[in-house]
DNA sequence: CACCCCATTCGATGAATGTCGAACATCGCT
DNA sequence: AGCGATGTTCGACATTCATCGAATGGGGTG
């Protein structure tokens, strides 16, 4: 079969300048993703599937895709994992304040705590 | 017959404590009605039809709504005319820097400009 | 009153979206 | 090689959504 140690399809990350700041509003607007989202702000780096979400695999792969194309995170190929960083110095640079106020916003005034999924 | 002023169905408002960040980012990831929100950042109150958009009335009615029932803006009848305004301390309040770090980043590097829109 | 203006409401419609199950791919381990 | 764990891709399906045209309503003015 053709060559072995191609990693699947790269992964499409936009350039910081390309990030387009409706398109981070939109994958923000969803409660699975918002979770997502704050589970990696408290916490740097995690694989997919230790997200406390309650949906499919392949609905979980979905969220992280419009994630990763609106530019909100990262996913780098680790072995058979996948583990994901928030862009959160490049969105910074970008969008300054932007994710750090709705990010404040969502954790509520009692500061962050652990994060609870609602649905 | 006292006060001739009864218009229709009173609008309705969310309270402050009632506004979903969730709902309000969703408000805001659409081009047509981030462009009414930018105008009216600019400028603090203005009648529906004076916006710089290009769709059908009814199209631009649907988007108050969205923007009204979100909490983004409040909207009251004057006259014939119908009065837009950002809910800006109400929001300053629940989601502290939320709608400046956005509006900000919308406005680009450039500051604070006439809006132009991007369909 | 008749007319015009501004905005809303009501379908209808096509596109986008969130969800799932099944099948596939890749890696690590036995 | 075989197997299990982890994610992705591929339809499929139902819902949401942005958009329009036509009809409606309320207010002011001639």
Redesign the interface.
């Known amino acids: 079969m053709p060559r072995s140690h191609q990693r699947r399809a790269p992964l499409y990350h936009p350039e910081p300048e390309e990030i387009d ?3 981070v ?2 994958a ?4 699975t993703r ?1 979770t997502i989202v704050r589970t990696l702000w408290a916490e740097p780096e995690r694989a997919c599937g230790t997200f406390p979400v309650d949906v499919a695999p392949s609905t979980l792969s979905h969220h992280f895709k419009v994630l990763r194309e609106s530019g909100v995170i990262r996913q780098r190929g680790e072995a058979n994992r996948r583990l994901n960083e928030l862009r959160r110095e490049e969105l910074q640079q ?5 994710l ?3 990010l ?3 954790a509520g005034p009692a500061g962050p705590g652990p994060v609870a999924q609602e649905d």
Chains 1, 2 share one sequence.
Request: glycine letters at 4%.
């Open positions: 700041l409706l398109d509003l939109h923000l607007a969803d409660p918002m970008r969008f300054p304040g932007v750090d106020a709705i404040a916003a969502a």
